[in-house]
C-alpha cells in the first residue's frame, strides 16, 4: 500500500465537492476517482469520508438517491446541489487565496 | 429543509441506519473486489478491504453524529441516566414524586374548579353582551326587579339592546298514572330562549304573544325532566301535562347544554310569564328577574351609565318604592358562580397555591440535599473538564422525569377529586356540578409540574455549580455539611414551610371553628323536634284568601289530630333560614321619614302554635291565636331588636304599627315581643328586625310546614304527615318534607365541602412540611455525627445532643409559625369578607394551631434526633 498523503483539515469537503462536480458518484466511485485524480497520493480515509458527506447532505450541498450500478447492485449516488455548487466556487476561491499567500511567505527569501 | 431531514432521521433512524450500512457494505464489496482482481484470494482480500475501511462501527458513530440531533440523542441518554439514577434512590424518588403531585394535586383540582366555574363559558350565543342587571337595595345587592319596573325598561330599552324576564316559581307537576309533584319552574317571557340564542331541540320555542294571559297554557321540558319524568320519549311534544291542576301543553324540549348548573339548569320546566294587566302594574313586589342583551354598538361603560341613569329615574319617579335603591350591571357569565365564588375561590386557588409551594420547598431541600451528597462528583467532573451544560443536563433530566410523574399523579389526584366534588355538590333538583378535567386542566398540570420541578430543581443544581471545587475536594468528599450559604437557605425553606402551613391550618381551623359556632349560636328557635315540609297550593284550586285560609285550617286541624304530634304550625319562612321578605314600617306617633326611608323589617306570616312548635320565647304580651283572623284587628308580633330599635325604652304593647304603602296606612296593633330568631346560614343577615304577621290576616299560598314531634323521633311522623296531606288534596305534594335538622344539614352542604377542602389544605401542608423538617434534621444528624461523636467524647450527654438538634428544628418551626400567624390573620380578614356572618375571630384557634404545628415539628424532629443516641462514639471518630 501507498503512503497516505495527510490532507489539510477541512479540504476534504472541497475535494469530494470538486469530484462530483462532474458528475455524481457513490461513496466508492468517490474514493476511487480521488485516488485517481491525485494519481494515488491520496488514499481517502473511509472514517472521514462518509461523516462528511452525511454533514454535506445535511447540509444539503450534496444529494443523494438510491440507484443500480452497471453491475446491477443498489448504490447511493451522490450529485451537488445548486447551494454545493456555489459552496465549491468559494472554497476554491479561498483555496486559491491562501495557496498564493502560503506560497508569498514560503517563497520569500 | 435541514430541520426536517433531521426530523426524519430521528424518526426513521432505523431505516436510515440500514441505508447507511448497505452503503458501507457496498463500499467494503467494491474494496474487496479490486482486491481480488489484484490478485488475491476472496477472503484475504475481504480481509483487507476491511483493515483498510477501519473500524466500521467507529465510522458509522461519526457518520451518525454528522447527522441528527447530537443533543437530542444525548438528551434521550440523560433521560435514561436520570431515570436510572432515580431508580436507584426509590425512597427519594417515591417522596419526592408524592410530593409534587399532591401539591399540583391539590392546586390542580381548584383550577378546575375555577376553570368549571368561571372559565368556561356558558352556553349562549353573544355571551359577551349578556348582562343581569340588578336592583341594589340597602340590604339586598342582587335585588330583583317589580313587573312594573320591567315594563318601564322595556320601553327604555331601545338605547341598551334587548331584554328579557324569568321568575322562578315552586308548582306542582302532576300527569295521568303519577302521583303529583313538586317541581322547579320558571316563568319567562317569549324571548327568552331567542335572547340567550337557544333553541329547543326538540319542537318549538315560545311564539311571541304567548306571554299573554289565556294563551300561556305551554311549557317547555328541560332535558333533566324530560329523560327523568317523560323517559325521553319524542312523543311528548304535544302531550297534556297538569301543573299546578291546570293543562298545559308540552311544545318542547331544551337541549342538554342548557341543564348548565351555573344559571337556569335547576329549572325544570318552562312557562311563559304572561302577567295580567293587574300585576304588570305592580311596582312593589320584586319578583322578576331581568337579562338584557346589549346592542353590539353599545359598549360596557355606555350600558352601566344607561343602567345607572334609568335607576335614578326611578328613585326619583317614585320615591317610594325606589328611594334607597340604585341599578347596577353585572355580566351573567360573571353572575353565574354566584356571589360567594368571586371570593371564594381566588381564596381555595391561593391556599391550594400554598399547599403547592410547601411542596415545591420540600422538593427544593430533597434537591438540594441530593445535589449536595454529590458534590464531590460534581467538583470531579468539573475539574476534569465538564462544562456548566454538561454537569446541569441530569439534573435537569432528573427534575424533568419527576415532573411528569408528579404530574400524572396529579391527574390522579384531580380525576379523585372531581369525583368526590360531584359526589358532593348535586344540586337540590339533581343538576350535577360538573368539574370536567378537559384539556385546560391537563395543561395546567403538566404546566406547573414542569414550572415548579424545573424551577425548584435546577435552583439547588445551580446552587452546586457555585461550588467552591478546591474547598469541595479538599474536605475529603465528606464535604457535605455545605457552605453557611446553604444551610440558611434550607432553613429558610424550613420557615417558609411552616409559615404556609400555619396559614393554611389557621384557616382551616377558623373556618371549621367558625361553622361549628355558627350552629351553635344559633339561638332564638330549636330544632330538634320538627318535621318540615314546603307546600304551594296552586292558584286554580286555591284562588282566593279565603280558599287558602280554609285549607290552612283544615291542615293544622287535621295534623293537629296525629297521634305523636306536639303541635303544628304554618309560617311563610322557617327561621332556620334567612327571611328574603322585607317591608318598610310605619309607628304611629311618630315622625313619618321620607318616603322610601322608612324602617325595614324581614316579616313572617305565621300561624299560632309557631312560637310554641319553635320553642321560640315571648317575652311580653302574647303569641297569635285562633282569634286573630281575617276579620279581626290587624295584629304584629316583633322580636326583641325591632321592639328596641322602634320604641326604645317604651313598651312596644299596645302600640300602633303599619307597613308604608303609599298613603292608605292599614294600622296593626303591636301585642307581643319574642326572642330574637337567629338563622343557622353563613349568608349576611344585615336586617335584625323581625315582624310577625298572622298568617290567618295575609295567607299564602306557599308556605312552610311545621310539626314538632311529642315524645317520637320526628322521621317518624314524616308518613304519617304525608297521608295527611294526600287526604286533604291528593293533588298536593309537599316537598321536603323531613326532619328539619336534615334541610338544615342539606343547606350547608357547600359550606361543609369548603370546609373539607380547607381541612384537606390544611393537614396536607401540615403533613409536607413536617416530611420538610424531618428531612432537613435527618440529613443534619447524618452529617453531624462526627461532631456529635466528639462532643460525646468530651462528655456530653446524649440527652444535650438530642436537646440541641430538636432545639434547632423547633426554633425553625416557631419561627414559621410566627410570621404563618400575620398570614393567617389576612386569611382570617378574607374569610370575613366572604361569610360575614361567620364568627371567625378565635385566638384559640390561633393558639392551638401553633401548638399542634410545633409539637409536629417536635415529633419529626426527635424522630432523628432519636439516633443520637445510637452514636457510637468511638467508631465514628475512627471512621473520620
Excluded at chain 2, 323 to 328: C, K, L, M, N
Excluded at chain 2, 565 to 571: F, G, H, I, N, T
Aim: charged content about 20%.
Amino acid at each position: 500500500m501507498t503512503d497516505k498523503s495527510e490532507l489539510f483539515p477541512g479540504t476534504l469537503d472541497m475535494l469530494i465537492l470538486r469530484v462530483l462536480s462532474r458528475g455524481e458518484l457513490h461513496g466508492w466511485g468517490i474514493t476511487n476517482k480521488l485516488e485517481q485524480l491525485s494519481q494515488s497520493a491520496l488514499q481517502v480515509d473511509e472514517g472521514s469520508l462518509y461523516p462528511s458527506l452525511y454533514r454535506m447532505e445535511d447540509k444539503g450541498w450534496i444529494e443523494a438517491e438510491w440507484r443500480m450500478t452497471e453491475n446491477n447492485r443498489r448504490a447511493k449516488y451522490y450529485s451537488l446541489t445548486r447551494a454545493g455548487r456555489k459552496q465549491l466556487e468559494h472554497e476554491q476561491e479561498l483555496w486559491a487565496r491562501m495557496n498564493t499567500i502560503i506560497g508569498l511567505v514560503m517563497q520569500s527569501t | 429543509m435541514n430541520f426536517f431531514r433531521r426530523l426524519r432521521y430521528l424518526f426513521r433512524r432505523h431505516l436510515t441506519e440500514a441505508e447507511m450500512a448497505e452503503e458501507m457494505r457496498y463500499h467494503l464489496e467494491q474494496r474487496a473486489a479490486e482486491l481480488a482482481t489484484d490478485g488475491l484470494p476472496a477472503d484475504e482480500a475481504r480481509s483487507a478491504a476491511q483493515r483498510k475501511f477501519g473500524n466500521l462501527a467507529r465510522i458509522q458513530e461519526q457518520a451518525r453524529e454528522a447527522r441528527g440531533w447530537r443533543w437530542l440523542e444525548n438528551f434521550a441518554h440523560d433521560l435514561r441516566l436520570g431515570a436510572r439514577s432515580l431508580l436507584k434512590s426509590p425512597g427519594f424518588s417515591l417522596l419526592a414524586i408524592v410530593t409534587l403531585g399532591l401539591g399540583i394535586g391539590a392546586n390542580t383540582s381548584m383550577f378546575s374548579v375555577l376553570n368549571g366555574v368561571m372559565l368556561k363559558p356558558l352556553p349562549y350565543a353573544h355571551l359577551p353582551q349578556l348582562d343581569r342587571l340588578y336592583r341594589a337595595t340597602p340590604q339586598n345587592a342582587e335585588g330583583n326587579i317589580s313587573p312594573a319596573d320591567f315594563r318601564e325598561f322595556q320601553q327604555a330599552k331601545d338605547g341598551y339592546g334587548d331584554a328579557a324576564a324569568y321568575t322562578p316559581e315552586s308548582v306542582s307537576l302532576a300527569e295521568r298514572g303519577h302521583p303529583a309533584e313538586m317541581a322547579a319552574s320558571a316563568r319567562a317571557t317569549a324571548n327568552l330562549f331567542s335572547l340567550l340564542g337557544v333553541q329547543p331541540q326538540l319542537g318549538r320555542d315560545f311564539r311571541p304573544g304567548e306571554d299573554t294571559p289565556g294563551r300561556d297554557r305551554v311549557v317547555l321540558l328541560s332535558q333533566r325532566t324530560w329523560q327523568k319524568r317523560f323517559a325521553g320519549s319524542p312523543e311528548v311534544v304535544g302531550r297534556s301535562v297538569r301543573i299546578d291542576g291546570e293543562p298545559h301543553v308540552v311544545i318542547g324540549v331544551l337541549p342538554l347544554s342548557f341543564n348548565d348548573w351555573r344559571f337556569l339548569g335547576g329549572v325544570d320546566f318552562f312557562r311563559p310569564l304572561a302577567l295580567t294587566p293587574e300585576q304588570a302594574r305592580d311596582r312593589t313586589s320584586p319578583s322578576i328577574r331581568l337579562i338584557a342583551r346589549r346592542a353590539a354598538t353599545v359598549a360596557p361603560e355606555d350600558a352601566d351609565r344607561f343602567v345607572a341613569a334609568f335607576g335614578a329615574r326611578l328613585a326619583k319617579e317614585f320615591p317610594a318604592v325606589h328611594a334607597e335603591t340604585h341599578w347596577r350591571r353585572v355580566t351573567l357569565q360573571s353572575m353565574a358562580a354566584g356571589p360567594g365564588a368571586a371570593m371564594v375561590l381566588p381564596l381555595l386557588i391561593g391556599l391550594s397555591g400554598f399547599v403547592l409551594l410547601i411542596a415545591c420547598s420540600n422538593l427544593a431541600n430533597l434537591l438540594l440535599a441530593r445535589t449536595m451528597a454529590r458534590a464531590r462528583e460534581f467538583a470531579v467532573r468539573a475539574a476534569l473538564g465538564a462544562s456548566r451544560l454538561q454537569l446541569l443536563r441530569p439534573l435537569i433530566a432528573e427534575s424533568l422525569l419527576l415532573a411528569l410523574a408528579g404530574g400524572v399523579l396529579a391527574l390522579f389526584v384531580a380525576y379523585w377529586f372531581r369525583d368526590w366534588a360531584a359526589l358532593r355538590s348535586t344540586g337540590d333538583n339533581g343538576e350535577h356540578v360538573d368539574f370536567v378535567v378537559d384539556w385546560a386542566v391537563m395543561t395546567w398540570t403538566f404546566g406547573a409540574s414542569l414550572a415548579t420541578a424545573l424551577a425548584f430543581g435546577l435552583a439547588p443544581a445551580l446552587f452546586a455549580l457555585r461550588l467552591d471545587l478546591n474547598a469541595t475536594l479538599k474536605s475529603g468528599g465528606r464535604g457535605t455539611v455545605g457552605g453557611r450559604g446553604h444551610q440558611r437557605f434550607r432553613q429558610f425553606l424550613i420557615i417558609g414551610q411552616f409559615a404556609l402551613a400555619m396559614v393554611l391550618l389557621a384557616g382551616a381551623g377558623l373556618f371549621i371553628r367558625g361553622l361549628d359556632d355558627l350552629n351553635k349560636r344559633r339561638s332564638g328557635w330549636e330544632s330538634r323536634q320538627l318535621v318540615t315540609g314546603t307546600v304551594a297550593l296552586p292558584a286554580g284550586t286555591y284562588g282566593d284568601a279565603e280558599k287558602i285560609a280554609a285549607f290552612q285550617r283544615l291542615a293544622l286541624e287535621r295534623l293537629g289530630a296525629l297521634p305523636g304530634v306536639a303541635s303544628v304550625c304554618l309560617s311563610s319562612f322557617t327561621p332556620a333560614f334567612v327571611w328574603p321578605e322585607i317591608r318598610k314600617f310605619v309607628v304611629e306617633g311618630q315622625d313619618r321619614p321620607v318616603a322610601g326611608r322608612e324602617p325595614a323589617a324581614v316579616v313572617n306570616r305565621v300561624s299560632p302554635q309557631y312560637f310554641a312548635s319553635y320553642d321560640t320565647r315571648v317575652f311580653s304580651g302574647r303569641a297569635f291565636t285562633e282569634r286573630d283572623t281575617a276579620g279581626s284587628t290587624r295584629v304584629f308580633i316583633l322580636n326583641q331588636a325591632a321592639a328596641r330599635g322602634l320604641f326604645g325604652d317604651q313598651n312596644p304593647i299596645g302600640r300602633r304599627l303599619a307597613p308604608a304603602d303609599g298613603d292608605n296606612l292599614r294600622w296593626g296593633e303591636v301585642v307581643g315581643v319574642v326572642t330574637d330568631a337567629q338563622p343557622a346560614v353563613t349568608d349576611a343577615n344585615p336586617l335584625v328586625f323581625q315582624i310577625y304577621l298572622p298568617m290567618a290576616q295575609e295567607p299564602q299560598r306557599q308556605f312552610q310546614l311545621t310539626v314538632r314531634a311529642a315524645n317520637v323521633a320526628p322521621a317518624a311522623l314524616v308518613d304519617g304527615v304525608r297521608g295527611a296531606m294526600a287526604e286533604l288534596d291528593p293533588d298536593l305534594p309537599v316537598s321536603r318534607l323531613q326532619p328539619a335538622d336534615a334541610t338544615i344539614h342539606r343547606a350547608s352542604y357547600q359550606d361543609r365541602v369548603l370546609r373539607d377542602m380547607l381541612a384537606a389544605f390544611g393537614l396536607l401542608g401540615l403533613a409536607l412540611a413536617s416530611l420538610g423538617i424531618y428531612g432537613v434534621i435527618a440529613r443534619t444528624m447524618a452529617q453531624r455525627t462526627g461532631e456529635f461523636a466528639i462532643r460525646l467524647a468530651l462528655g456530653a450527654s446524649v440527652r444535650d445532643i438530642i436537646r440541641l438538634v430538636l432545639g434547632s428544628g423547633v426554633r425553625l418551626a416557631l419561627l414559621g409559625a410566627g410570621v404563618g400567624l400575620l398570614g393567617a390573620i389576612g386569611v382570617t380578614r378574607l374569610l370575613v369578607a366572604a361569610y360575614p356572618n361567620l364568627p371567625t375571630n378565635s385566638p384559640l384557634v390561633l393558639g392551638a394551631t401553633t401548638l399542634a404545628l410545633v409539637a409536629v415539628a417536635l415529633l419529626a424532629c426527635w424522630l432523628p434526633a432519636r439516633r443520637a443516641g445510637k452514636i457510637d462514639a468511638i467508631s465514628a471518630l475512627r471512621a473520620e
